[in-house]
């Protein structure tokens, strides 16, 4: 299990270097690198699976340790994809923009066209498309930042978790260290009893013999 989850936490920390060069990379490439950071990420969630499975088997006084370990790995990689749905979201929102732009720009008007009256409505149109995509930008990004502050409060919770399960599995240790200590003076004490009742029936014994 151990090289499984350096192996799946190595991959995370490459799929967060790469995420940095979505917005420096052209756009013949950005797709290419998309398709990349996706496959990264499947080939991440079938790590997990099988990680999950491990941490299942393992010793009872280490299960707890090893699920908090691989719940870490999941939160770190769901926040990576979200990352990724957003930035494709903002990328095909540019590239509408910029396809109605372009269709606005490319449209001509000449002296001689029978109808020489300029679309007021589509420049509507495309205004209020423009504007409701910057509204769905809004939106998503809102979605993402309160995605990522469940996530940090999540990862706090874990932590929290953690610690408390540490600290009973100190606790634990130090009762049975205690519970050892109480049998063996259990054991002391029965003997003891058994000596006292012998020395005792012994003395009867004499007692009776010679005052008898």
């Avoid at 002391?188 to 007692?207: E, H, P, W």
Wanted: charged letters at 25%.
């Amino acid at each position: 299990m151990e090289t499984l989850y350096h192996q799946t936490n190595k991959q995370i920390q490459e799929v967060q270097s790469h995420m940095g060069r979505l917005e420096t990379t052209d756009r013949q490439s950005v797709h290419l690198l998309e398709n990349d950071l996706q496959s990264r990420i499947d080939q991440i969630f079938n790590h997990l699976e099988r990680l999950e499975i491990l941490a299942s088997k393992e010793p009872p006084n280490r299960r707890q340790n090893a699920k908090l370990r691989v719940d870490q790995l999941k939160y770190d990689v769901q926040h990576l994809q979200t990352a990724l749905r957003n930035f494709q979201h903002r990328r095909y929102a540019r590239e509408a923009q910029d396809r109605e732009r372009e269709e606005l720009m490319s449209r001509t008007f000449t002296t001689n066209d029978a109808d020489t009256s300029i679309p007021i409505d589509e420049t509507l149109q495309l205004n209020s498309n423009l504007h409701n995509a910057h509204r769905g930008m809004d939106d998503l990004l809102g979605s993402g930042s309160s995605i990522l502050n469940g996530l940090r409060d999540q990862r706090g919770t874990l932590k929290g978790t953690h610690k408390k399960m540490l600290d009973v599995a100190n606790m634990l240790g130090l009762s049975n260290t205690v519970m050892r200590l109480i049998e063996r003076r259990a054991t002391q004490d029965k003997f003891i009893m058994i000596g006292g009742m012998l020395l005792t029936c012994v003395f009867m014994f004499l007692v009776i013999r010679y005052l008898g």
